[in-house]
């Protein structure tokens, strides 16, 4: 079974600084992966899928990377409703999820 | 535009089947292509992946559950039933029902507000 593992588990960044999120996969997947983000009381959102499309209105700040077993999320430049959980997918599998939060 | 909509019961007793219904607007699952999923999450915890039914009725469930889990359609209401049995203390969740984007292998661009589903006695 595929277990996906993100890290790191939180990330405290202030505003404006580079995010860089990663998902390492057990074993090797195909590039339909796929990133969300969560906020308190809500429905994730889809981010990034195929690993590095950015999805219906999702800013340019957020991209994809990755291939085989390790994937990243970056988000070059935090703004201050980026302070969320993101987790990353594949197949039948989410991450534990990373949360990114004020420094 | 795509909206989805989860109903069903707050609290349920161990042991008792949960029946959750996803209404869907904005698009039908009788359409090529369509699929809608079902995914859960524990209090404080991360997701979990539970199953996906496509516009053929092609199914898919999470290993881990496929004897309690069974998803079904009806196009004519245009909803998206998802039954577990055996409810236990440990599928408590918020229970989500998602569009999958088309071409994607199964990745869910539109989500349901969710639906906290309570076990206990």
């Known amino acids: 079974e595929l277990v996906l593992t993100q890290s790191p588990a939180t990330l405290s960044l202030s505003p404006g600084a580079r995010a860089t999120l990663s998902c390492r996969a057990s074993?090797?997947?195909?590039?339909?992966f796929a990133w969300y983000q969560q906020k308190p009381g809500q429905a994730p959102r889809l981010l990034i899928y195929?690993?590095?499309k950015r999805a219906t209105d999702i800013p340019a700040r957020f991209s994809g990377s990755g291939s085989g077993t390790d994937f990243t999320l970056t988000i070059s430049s935090l703004e201050p409703e980026d302070f969320a959980v993101y987790y990353c997918?594949?197949?039948?599998?989410f991450g534990q999820g990373t949360r990114v939060e004020i420094k | 535009q795509i909206t989805l909509k989860e109903s069903g019961p707050t609290l349920v007793k161990p042991t008792e089947t949960l029946t959750l219904t996803c209404t869907l607007s904005?698009?039908?699952?009788?359409?090529?292509?369509?699929?809608v999923g079902w995914v859960r999450q524990p209090p404080g915890k991360a997701l979990e992946w539970l199953g996906v039914?496509?516009?053929?009725?092609?199914?898919r469930y999470r290993s881990s559950l496929k004897s309690r889990l069974t998803i079904t359609k009806d196009t004519s209401k245009n909803q998206v039933v998802v039954t577990m049995t055996n409810m236990d203390p440990v599928d408590t969740a918020t229970y989500f029902c998602?569009?999958?984007?088309?071409?994607?292998?199964?990745?869910?661009?539109?989500w349901g507000q969710g639906t906290l589903v309570t076990v206990s006695s």
């Open positions: 195929d690993a590095s």
């Open positions: 904005g698009f039908s699952l009788s359409t090529r292509g369509v699929g």
């Open positions: 998602a569009h999958v984007l088309s071409g994607s292998q199964g990745k869910f661009d539109f």
């Open positions: 997918h594949h197949g039948q599998t």
């Open positions: 074993q090797s997947v195909s590039n339909y």
């Open positions: 039914i496509y516009w053929d009725d092609d199914k």
